[in-house]
């Protein structure tokens, strides 16, 4: 009787359940059209290594350093690119095997969860359910975010979208004073172990909004107080992240590289290419030349001339916060036509955002907000109804139809990522070293092929790889030698022994390690030492979560808001 009225009582909440978890199939079918394959998206290389790296490692460790991938370079990807969000899958492959399966399982679950969040996030402004299903939908199946995961294969950025309206809901709840910390909370801490550039780029449009609520709001010391209280939870819980970031980053003898590509001046596709890629629905310039065209896709554009032409006619209907969004999305979506002057920006920090695609993200969130405002603006039942439905099946159909395209055009040389080749896919070529010494800038490209420098003559000389070490066998016809080791030099945490004794190292030309040897036959062992922050900063991460889970319950059931 129990379960009959909670199925009555609840009818409608889990008939929405049912068909988010219908959407979320649908996107999983091309795992098994594909017989189980994965598309070689741009990325796919570098993430796939950074999840190998992992799936090498035990659980209960981590690799500060990557000896097994990146062509065994000792890079420190996993300390400057956040790999939190990727245990779960780790522990999925573990448990399950079939890695290729596992990883559109994970994808789908996330878009589960991501569907389910978003629809209560906007549900706690008070929107009608039409709007929370239309934002939801259109958001997480857009264009762009299934353009991150499929042929860009930017894992990081597909999971911080996720993330990103939490935030500004969040945001928004706070000027408005009814709550929004937690998901501000979760909403930043995702973000941040997912893609620390969109944290950045949020956190700094995140500052702009608090300075002009703070300006013009009577609420401000309350305010103020709901953000210390969500930072200080931030800071806290993504502690196990950030914090050895800034302390590795301020090691390198160097100074820092966060990438191989850098521009004075960025650019963003050509006309030809955009309009192509909007008026096609495609992911790619042509079949022939499967060069990436990010853009955000045919019907979020044709959503976007609607909603001006809609918010014009129905104007008074309008709230000014409304406008902005809009003015928002069209701003961002001028930052990624060649219409905006990035010429003027030359070497300036801003260009740490490579592409202006990256800020699809943004014109594809506002897209979707203003498009699921519609359903409530319109002033008949029946007219919201319809751009309901146009809203949610169009949302698939292009989504799949753009994702089914891209499939049916493998790119040459880069195969498909299978069950079959996930062991060993594309084992001759090493991964982007990105995140390095600057010193070793004019020899990145080489390192990762294993070459050894014995008294200035190049050898190549393949190191055995273990967690946080790697050993090398290195012959030579001299007694004195100096060693140049293929093996990126950060900081002064390692030890280096020469058959188990310690030995003394420099820091190279090259960013490498070098040394100086008083034999013929030597065993060269690198090892990272882990520092107490390396060691100790999850418990403080982990302290910080049971601590806001806490406050959480004793907000749930003791009904004392202390956050």
């Known amino acids: 009787m129990k379960i009959k009225n909670f199925l009555h009582e609840h009818s409608k909440q889990l008939?929405?359940?049912?068909?988010?978890?219908?959407?979320?199939?649908?996107?999983?079918?091309?795992?098994?059209?594909?017989?189980?394959k994965l598309y070689a998206g741009d990325d796919l290389l570098f993430h796939y290594s950074r999840l190998q790296e992992l799936l090498q490692t035990k659980i209960t460790k981590f690799p500060f350093v990557a000896t097994h991938y990146f062509g065994m370079t000792g890079n420190q990807v996993?300390?400057?690119?956040?790999?939190?969000?990727?245990?779960?899958?780790?522990?999925?492959?573990?448990?399950?095997?079939?890695?290729?399966?596992?990883?559109?399982?994970?994808?789908?679950?996330?878009?589960f969860v991501t569907l389910v969040a978003l629809h209560y996030s906007v549900s706690r402004l008070g929107k009608s359910g039409r709007m929370c299903v239309s934002f939801a939908v259109l958001y997480t199946f857009s264009f762009y975010r299934l353009l991150n995961f499929f042929k860009r294969a930017d894992w990081g950025e597909f999971l911080a979208m996720a993330f990103l309206p939490l935030i500004f809901i969040g945001l928004a709840l706070i000027g408005q004073q009814k709550g929004g910390r937690t998901l501000l909370t979760v909403g930043m801490v995702g973000l941040l172990f997912s893609h620390v550039l969109t944290a950045v780029i949020t956190g700094i449009i995140g500052f702009c909004w608090v300075v002009c609520v703070l300006i013009n709001s009577p609420k401000r010391w309350s305010i103020m107080r709901s953000l210390e209280q969500s930072a200080l939870a931030i800071l806290g819980i993504g502690f196990i992240f950030w914090f050895p970031f800034m302390t590795h980053y301020l090691q390198v003898p160097s100074g820092f590289r966060a990438t191989l590509a850098a521009y004075s001046v960025i650019h963003p596709f050509k006309w030809s290419w955009q309009v192509r890629g909007l008026l096609q629905n495609s992911m790619f310039r042509s079949p022939t030349t499967l060069d990436t065209v990010a853009t955000v896709g045919s019907l979020m554009f044709l959503l976007l001339l609607l909603i001006v032409i809609f918010f014009i006619k129905y104007h008074q209907f309008i709230s000014f916060s409304s406008w902005l969004i809009l003015g928002g999305t069209l701003i961002s979506f001028w930052l990624t036509t060649p219409l905006f002057p990035w010429s003027w920006l030359k070497n300036t920090p801003i260009n740490i955002i490579q592409f202006p695609f990256r800020l699809n993200i943004f014109v594809s969130l506002g897209i979707a907000w203003c498009a699921a405002q519609l359903v409530e603006i319109f002033p008949r039942t029946k007219w919201r109804n319809i751009w309901l439905s146009f809203l949610v099946v169009g949302t698939c159909l292009f989504s799949y139809q753009a994702v089914n395209q891209l499939m049916q055009h493998p790119r040459a040389g880069f195969p498909y990522l299978s069950e079959k080749n996930f062991n060993n896919y594309r084992s001759n070529i090493p991964a982007t070293n990105d995140y390095f010494p600057k010193q070793a800038l004019s020899d990145i490209n080489l390192i990762p092929y294993h070459v050894v420098v014995l008294n200035g003559k190049n050898l190549i000389i393949h190191g055995q790889p273990s967690l946080n070490r790697i050993t090398y066998q290195v012959y030579s016809d001299k007694k004195k030698n100096v060693?140049?080791?293929?093996?990126?030099?950060?900081?002064?945490?390692?030890?280096?022994?020469?058959?188990?004794?310690?030995?003394?190292?420099?820091?190279?030309?090259?960013?490498?390690?070098?040394?100086?040897?008083?034999?013929?036959?030597?065993?060269?062992?690198?090892?990272?030492?882990?520092?107490?922050?390396?060691?100790?900063?999850g418990l403080v991460s982990f302290i910080s979560l049971i601590g806001f889970l806490c406050i959480l319950l004793i907000n749930k059931y003791f009904h004392r808001y202390i956050i």
């Not at 049912?18 to 959407?23: E, F, G, S």
């Not at 999983?28 to 017989?35: I, K, Q, S």
């Not at 492959?93 to 890695?99: D, Y």
């Not at 280096?496 to 062992?525: C, D, L």
């Open 78 to 111: 996993n300390v400057f690119y956040p790999v939190q969000l990727l245990y779960p899958l780790v522990i999925l492959i573990k448990l399950f095997s079939h890695p290729v399966a596992m990883i559109y399982f994970y994808f789908g679950c996330f878009n």
């Open 15 to 36: 008939a929405i359940l049912v068909i988010y978890l219908i959407l979320t199939v649908i996107f999983e079918l091309f795992y098994f059209r594909y017989d189980g």
């Open 483 to 537: 060693i140049d080791l293929p093996f990126l030099y950060y900081s002064d945490n390692y030890q280096v022994t020469n058959w188990g004794q310690p030995i003394a190292y420099r820091f190279s030309k090259r960013g490498t390690f070098e040394i100086k040897t008083h034999q013929k036959m030597n065993q060269i062992q690198i090892q990272y030492q882990p520092t107490f922050i390396d060691r100790y900063s």
